[in-house]
């Protein structure tokens, strides 16, 4: 049985439903949908021609934590009741997977974790996701690490090193499957902007830390930037949470070369990231996407649990400081040489074949 929640979590298991799917012969496959998020979910679940088996719906206007986790793990305990698979596979660090990884336990069903042993310092940030990560590694029995540094993380914890394969990630994978089966395509935005001539910016931020304290700073950033440099416009495809929409409309609506549109399909994230000049993020998945195309990413949080992109010189850690954004920004801007040191096609998080790794893991440990 295979859960998601959310787009990012359909992104990255979508490569994982298709090789599994490749091997009939072998997994019988169950998709489930917690719906933890509605809409860009359902929109990634057509990109990659999923449909799930189950769809719990739990999504409800202005849910908290508490409540939608309750509505995961009430929903994930009758069906793993009904069906008692022989594993549940949980991706990253959603509500989606703390809650699968604990009905799973009540029903001793074993739990694979894919994206496995991310960590920060702090239990706080990313919040809730950096808990949900580490109290999902306790519940789990295989752990699928990304990185030989997340894997390094769980055996300090002193989680079974037999049960902990590094794999790489399958948002790699899910990068080369989306080139394969769409043709470029963008947001008519970003094609007139580079049509007049103009580079632009990619930025998202929506991180629940930055909502009440940091967000409208990161958007005066964005403004600094646009007005220093004419040349260049930021393309912001604005998350769905009604406090990041609030924040966007109010400091940057009407503001000239900032373009605020609505939330974009994977493939036209993609070919966003593969076109623009740089990346300003806050988002875990773009940290680890934007690298494959040569991007400089600008970190805008003040700590991450993907330092291996920083080691390896394609992403820098900016935190959430206005002053500091802008200064990162200008100085990728205006130097040809910082700019070049970063745009280097590397990517530390995988080369495309972490879902076969991962089912060839998942064979061996039921032969």
Known sequence: MVTVGTRPEVVKMAPLVHEFKRHSDIFETILVSTSQHRQMLDQALEIFELVPDFDLDIMEPGQGLCSSTARALEGMGRLLEEINP???????????????????HYHKIPVGHVEAGLRTADPYLPFPEEMNRRLASRLCTLHFAPTKRAKDNLIQEGIDPEHVFHTGNTVIDALYWVSQQYPARLPDVATTVMEEGRKFILATVHRRESLHSHIFGIMEAFKRIVNAFPDVDIIYPVHLNPLVQDAARSVLSGVKRIHLIPPVSYPEMVNLMASCHFVLTDSGGVQEEAPTFGKPV????????????IEAGVSRLVGVDPENIFSEAAHLMESRKAYGKMARKTNPFGDGKASQRIRDHIAAFFS
């Open 86 to 104: 022989d594993l549940l596979l949980v991706q990253g660090d959603t509500n989606t997977v703390l809650a699968g990884a604990l009905a799973a």
């Open 298 to 309: 600008l970190v805008l949080r003040q700590i991450t649990e993907r330092p291996e992109a």
